[in-house]
């Protein structure tokens, strides 16, 4: 058990920190690293994240294109639906890993603690108990925070091989 020091308190500050980087994530990454030292004890960030907004919003404009086109369909004939349709490009549902996609995300609003098996290039293989931060279906990135070494990685998604839940 560890003994108090009583010469030692406690003391929280509330800051806004801005750090110039490439990208949110890698600012993001920044951060972490310095907030990850002996001296921090412990950390919360409650702003600034501003990862997963492209799927936010693809997600919200998905659901009003099909409430429209719900809308809509009590107007046309059964072969006026199919041609609207065919005339859509709907890259979602031709992704092939939608279901992974989807999955992924569920695993960030969940906060899920997973293990992920990575197999990064020139055949260099990777297991690490994660949290994923962000997903990013349309660069195909998937940013996750390594709880053990607590640093933040961004892979592709076809580097993850394998997942396990915890």
Not at 29 to 39: F, S, Y
Not at 62 to 74: D, F, N, P, W
Not at 149 to 159: C, G, R, S, T, W
Request: net charge neutral.
């Amino acid at each position: 058990m560890e003994k108090a020091n009583p010469r030692k308190r406690k003391f929280l500050f509330n800051v806004d920190i801005m750090i110039e980087d490439e990208t949110n994530g890698r600012a993001l990454e920044t951060l972490l690293h310095l907030l990850n030292t002996n001296d921090v004890e412990d950390y919360q960030i409650k702003q600034g994240v501003e990862l997963g907004k492209k799927i936010k919003k693809a997600l919200n404009e998905t659901v009003i294109k099909k409430s429209t086109v719900r809308a809509e369909s009590t107007t046309f004939s059964p072969e006026d639906k199919r041609d609207g349709k065919a005339n859509e490009p709907s890259l979602q549902e031709n992704d092939p890993h939608k279901l992974i996609w989807e999955k992924m995300m569920t695993f960030q609003q969940n906060n899920t603690l997973l293990r992920l098996s990575v197999v990064k290039g020139k055949g260099i293989k990777l297991s690490m108990p994660c949290r994923i931060i962000s997903v990013d279906s349309a660069s195909g990135n998937v940013t996750v925070y390594h709880v053990d070494e607590k640093k933040v990685y961004l892979f592709k998604i076809n580097e993850i091989d394998d997942y396990e839940i915890h």
